[in-house]
């Protein structure tokens, strides 16, 4: 979560031309950083719900979070749509996120190793198969588009969903075989950082607000 708040610092730095010129877009410094973050991101995703379902979490309280995740990326896509016109954000990171909560709350009943073909499938298949018919804005979620469409934010089904996916086995792995790795409690100097994995979509809804009211109110108070 703080490294995901750095690299958006960074971009919003960079979208008033605070700080030298960089290409987010496509130079390697930020396209293998916005890669690393969203792959711990949703890695870290499927872990939480292998935890969920081992919790047996109810349904209901599963439908309130999943509706607040739905919303949240609705949002998004509205506040994009204001700021950044054509390209804004139609499957982002809570949309894709939403998607894969449902699909794994009802393939996570399955067996170890037919998710983890199907993991494997998920990540290879982008590899081998594309589509003109999945380059629009509509079918573009699926990921076996033959080019990224014009977004600020685009994560497919497809490889995205293995990786969600890899975290939810390797927490049920670690359930079942190491439990003791995965419970008790944290070192004093890393619990700080757990209230941000218990608010995560607070903290990725009001992270960029705050940052953008302090870049303008510096940018105001410079000028004023």
Known sequence: MLWMAGFHAAFDLNLHGLIARQNFYADPLWTVQRTLILSLFLFCAGAGQAAAQQQGQAPARFLRRWGQVLGCALLVSAASWWM????????????????????????????????????????????????????SRWTGWIGLATHKPPTEDYVPLLPWFGVALAGFLTMRVLQQQRPGWVAGALPRPLRPLAALGRWPLSFYMLHQPVLLGLILGWMAWQGG
Do not use: E
Request: with cysteine; glycine share 16%; proline share 8%.
């Open 84 to 135: 950044f016109g054509p390209r804004w954000i139609s499957f982002g990171v809570l949309h894709a996120l939403a998607l894969m909560t449902l699909l794994l709350r009802g393939l996570g009943r399955g067996g170890n190793g037919p998710l983890l073909a199907l993991a494997v499938l998920c990540l290879l298949l982008p590899a081998g198969v594309a589509h003109p018919l999945f380059d």
